[in-house]
Nanobody, 113 residues
């Protein structure tokens, strides 16, 4: 069973930064490509960033240069560092082990002055 627990969300002003963490079940990071998705009110869930087992990353265009996904296999944790945050980044952010069908419970990120 894949268990994913997100943390680190909160309220931040435009231009600010936040770091999200996703604690995964043991060894999951060594099996699956990991990803962060987000879902804003009234919108579909979208892929924000992904990182493969070998560390290759990709990002949706709207966050390139501002967000960084990383992983620490020794801690079974995936991170999303978000900088230069914009109000349109406001959403619930979810961690996903791609192709496993497993999701975390989500963590709210609100960017507002």
């Amino acid at each position: 069973q894949v268990r994913l627990v997100e943390s680190g969300g909160g309220l931040v002003q435009p231009g600010g930064s936040l770091s999200l963490s996703c604690a995964a079940s043991r060894y999951i990071l060594r099996i699956y490509t990991m990803a962060w998705y987000r879902q804003a009110p009234g919108k579909q869930r979208e892929l924000v960033a992904a990182i493969t087992i070998d560390g290759s990353t990709n990002y949706t265009d709207s966050v390139k240069g501002r967000f960084t996904i990383s992983r620490d296999n020794t801690k079974d944790t995936v991170y999303l560092r978000m900088t230069s945050l914009k109000p349109e980044d406001t959403a619930v952010y979810y961690c996903n082990a791609m192709s496993s069908g497993s999701w975390g419970q989500g963590t709210q990120v609100t960017v507002s002055s």
